[in-house]
């Protein structure tokens, strides 16, 4: 079965430190990955996503960002995180078939002060 | 303005009361999810559907491709039926609603 790892499950940072947030699939091949960032009383965005290793699209301009080093492992970072960088953030896995059913990490929430 | 619409945006509801929430998209589609965001955050998938009606329990999912429209039903809903109900679907990437927020009372 497929399961996703998602991992630290909170995280506490300085205004200006580095940011990496580790998002792994198992049990399935290429799947579809994203992260997905949800403000404090906002809607899911999408941050971005990937078809296969080493293809990223950007969704939103920001200072942070995304890469596929392996099949399985989608990594966020930030080289400095900005206040308005807090939220909780959500990396999800999908067959590339339009009607695969998605399913979620467990989510990080990220305080940066 | 949104890609996909969700109402009503906040619901309260007392024990037992039979919930709708309705999901209204833009652009065709060959499929919807219906989530299930608990208070922690942590999100589990309800439904995938295509066509007709799904149903899981006191959940029920239904579709309508030609209108655009997509309806979450809980029927005799129940304190742990509170959470953030999201409806969205998958091109390349997944395009999410704005959520519809439940609570419901003993």
């Known amino acids: 079965s497929q399961t996703i790892h998602q991992w630290p499950a909170t995280l506490v940072q300085p205004v200006g430190s580095p940011l990496s947030l580790e998002c792994t699939v198992e049990?399935?091949?290429?799947?579809?990955l994203y992260w997905y960032r949800q403000a404090a009383g906002r809607g899911l965005q999408l941050l971005f996503y990937?078809?296969?290793?080493?293809?990223i699209s950007s969704e939103v301009p920001q200072n942070l960002s995304a890469s596929r080093p392996q099949d399985r492992q989608f990594i966020l970072s930030s080289k400095k995180l900005l206040l308005s960088d807090s939220g909780f953030y959500l990396c999800?896995?999908?067959?590339?078939?339009?009607?695969?059913?998605?399913?979620f990490g467990s989510g990080t929430r990220l305080t940066v002060v | 303005k949104n890609e996909v619409e969700q109402s009503p945006q906040n619901l309260t509801a007392q024990e037992g009361e039979f919930i709708t929430i309705n999901c209204s998209y833009s652009v065709g589609i060959s499929a919807l999810h219906w989530l299930q965001q608990h208070p922690g955050g942590g999100i589990v998938s309800l439904f995938m559907?295509?066509?007709g009606k799904k149903k899981h329990g006191r959940l029920i999912a239904t579709i309508n491709i030609q209108e655009k429209h997509s309806s979450l039903h809980i029927t005799a809903s129940h304190p742990r039926d509170s959470a953030v109900y999201i409806c969205a679907y998958n091109t390349d990437k997944l395009i999410f609603g704005t959520g519809t927020r439940l609570q419901v009372f003993p």
């Open positions: 990937s078809v296969g290793i080493g293809q």
């Open positions: 559907l295509s066509s």
């Open positions: 049990g399935t091949s290429n799947p579809n």
């Open positions: 999800a896995w999908s067959l590339s078939d339009r009607r695969a059913i998605l399913t």
